[in-house]
């Protein structure tokens, strides 16, 4: 298996400008989680979903940020407008229900940076 | 709520010498615990789990952890450090009671000195 997929690997943007970050999950995984990290709030769980269905999005900052699921497959989170305090490394998470809790696997993170 | 605290924010230890990271824990029940590491420019990687059965939980690259409950603790350990093992290490507890969600440290740097 490829493990949990995240592109892009580094994004650069414009304050003001649209992101969008993208997630494959690993095949089979019901749970796919979306984490923020950065140096002064560590890691923080934005928001997670279970069979594509957003369970819990209270980790959301603020309107500007949303979450899609359209498949087991695919996930989205998306910035629009963008500001510098969005600059962070945000991680996508999946996880299996099946035979008990086995932890999270974590992609790569995409290193956003918005100017 | 679940919460989990870790006392050391960093760490130097020598090569060859043993490694020993601290994680207090609150949770209400009994909880599944989790050590992930993350090497600069990397995603957290899953080190050891523990959930039931034998304190003493083994996991990759030589660490282990113990599961202590009169102490809340869940502390990792390695006997022989690599400059390889200089990371970040992050200790994980949960899912909730009505969640899935893990509560996750703050973490500890690990810098490893020839």
């Known amino acids: 298996d490829a493990g949990v997929i995240q592109s892009p690997r580094h994004e650069v943007t414009e304050m003001g400008q649209e992101v969008t970050l993208r997630c494959k999950p690993i095949s089979g995984h019901d749970y796919l989680f979306w984490y923020r990290q950065t140096m002064m709030r560590g890691l923080e769980l934005l928001i997670y979903f279970n069979n594509n269905v957003p369970i819990d999005d209270s980790g959301m900052p603020e309107d500007r940020f949303s979450a899609k699921m359209p498949n087991a497959s695919f996930s989205t989170l998306k910035i629009q407008p963008s500001e510098p305090r969005d600059s962070a490394v945000y991680f996508c998470?999946?996880?299996?229900?099946?035979?008990?809790?086995?932890?999270?696997?974590f992609g790569s993170g995409t290193r956003l940076t918005v100017v | 709520a679940q919460s989990v605290t870790q006392p050391d924010i960093h760490i130097t230890v020598s090569e060859g010498a043993s490694l020993e990271l601290r994680c207090n824990y609150s949770y209400g029940a009994t909880p599944y615990l989790f050590w992930y590491v993350q090497s600069p420019g990397q995603g957290l990687q899953l080190l050891l789990k523990y959930f039931s059965g034998d304190t003493l939980v083994q996991g990759i690259k030589g660490f282990e952890a113990e599961f202590k409950r009169s102490q809340s603790s869940f502390n990792l350990r390695k006997p022989s450090v690599h400059w390889s093992d200089a990371a970040e290490y992050f200790c994980a507890v949960g899912p909730g009671s009505n969640d899935y969600k893990l509560s996750f440290g703050a973490g500890t740097t690990v810098t490893v000195r020839a």
């Open positions: 998470a999946s996880s299996p229900r099946d035979r008990g809790f086995y932890g999270y696997t």
